[in-house]
């Protein structure tokens, strides 16, 4: 299983990164080459990232998993300002070609928000941004993440991602699951299998390079988009359980973005990652009703 989890980019870079799903027992990871809420880039530092491949050599970690995000604040689907939607996609063609420099091959995005748009017109924002950036020889693929419906996001039902893929000339972007997002669109993930057909028969389930794997705060179809910790939530255990042992998915990563724990707390002063604890316990298809206790008492 390719299991691993959300890491900072922001201690050495790709190095730290790496050091950090280490730690965690991951055999993959996930990283935003800045914060996710803004578009300031430090420039790589190739020191960093050698040491990081010869750090992923070295613990069986393959670059072919590794996942980059784009910030999302980028916006492809409003274009109202062109100036800020010619920004977003030279800012995506610029990340892509610094996760190529990276080796990095998958970079996950939010389709985007239509704002003041409708729906068509989002979604045609977006396609026809897409065509700008994707190219067939491109080494790091874009994938369009399952979005829970807030506000006005787009590329909320499997028809919307369809409709998006097939817009756009280059098939070299895939699709990036998210298991909130899905229960809160109003997919029951407790239904995988039937789900998976269903995504087969509209996009073609090699099409989907990476599941993000998180519980969720809210019932099926609320669109509100809350991570929950593994196990905690709405879906539950036994049924992300079943997703990240599915075998038609075996080859792709499977990344947490469960809250840290803490994150509830009054003066949240301490939050501690859940990671280690999660993985462990998806590994071993085994429920610790402490675990949360326990993250709590390892960190101390
Ligand atoms: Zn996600």
Partial sequence: MILGCHVSFSNNQLLGSVEEALSYGANTFMFYTGAPQNTFRSSINMDYVESAWKLMIDNNINIDNVICHAPYIINLANATSLDKWQFSINFLKNEIKRCEDMHVKYMVLHPGSHVSLTREEGIKNI??????????????????????GKGSECGITLEEIATIL???????????????????????????????????????????????????????????????????????????????????????????????????????????????????????????????????????
């Fill in 127 to 148: 396609i026809d941004a897409l065509n700008y950036i994707v190219k067939d020889d491109d080494k790091c693929m874009i994938l369009l993440e399952t979005m829970a």
């Fill in 166 to 300: 097939n817009g756009v000339k280059s098939k070299n972007i895939g699709v990036c699951l998210d298991t909130c997002h899905l229960n809160d669109a109003g997919y029951d993930m407790s239904k995988f299998d039937e789900f998976l057909q269903i995504f087969n028969n509209l996009i073609g389930i090699d099409r989907i390079k990476c599941v993000h794997v998180n519980d969720s705060k809210n019932v099926i179809g609320a669109h509100k988009d809350r991570h929950e910790n593994i196990g905690i939530g709405t879906i539950g255990f036994d049924n992300l359980v079943n997703i990240v042992h599915n075998d038609k998915l075996k080859d792709v990563p499977k990344i947490l973005e469960t809250p840290y724990i803490g994150e509830d707390d009054d003066d949240k002063k301490r939050v501690y990652p859940p990671y280690k604890f999660e993985i462990e316990m998806l590994k071993n298809k085994t429920f610790d009703n402490d675990y949360l206790n326990k993250i709590r008492a390892y960190y101390k």
